[in-house]
């Protein structure tokens, strides 16, 4: 049975820092791209970070470009999301997704997670 299971998230103030993990059971996340995605309220999903089956493959939104990192711990078959300089823009509930390649179209993702809230203060 396969699950993804995001924790991580909460309260923050602007500038400080968060990581968000996502725990995966029923799949290999070195076998696997994984995603993350981000919906605040009033708007659609956006695409924030991923990572391929190799660690020098990822890709990031140009939002998050220089504060966020995606990382991969394949012993405890997760998937990290590293946030840093955080914004109140940056509040929104993060989910993560696996899927086959490394995309930014969420539709191509095959299996997601609850998802987390990350609120960030002004």
């Known amino acids: 049975q396969v699950q993804l299971v995001e924790s991580g998230g909460g309260l923050v103030q602007a500038g400080g820092s968060l990581r968000l993990s996502c725990a995966a059971s029923g799949l290999t996340v070195s076998t696997y791209a994984v995603g993350w995605f981000r919906q605040a309220p009033g708007k659609e999903r956006e695409f924030v970070a991923a990572?391929?089956?190799?660690?020098?493959?990822?890709d990031y939104a140009d939002s998050v470009k220089g504060r966020f990192a995606i990382s991969r711990d394949v012993a405890k078959n997760t998937v990290y999301l590293h946030m840093n300089s955080l914004k109140p823009e940056d509040t929104a509930v993060y989910y993560c997704?696996?899927?086959?390649?490394?995309?930014?179209?969420?539709?191509?993702?095959?299996?997601w997670g609850q998802g987390t809230q990350v609120t960030v203060s002004s």
């Open positions: 990572i391929g089956w190799t660690v020098s493959i990822t």
């Open positions: 997704a696996a899927g086959t390649l490394p995309v930014k179209l969420a539709t191509t993702y095959n299996y």
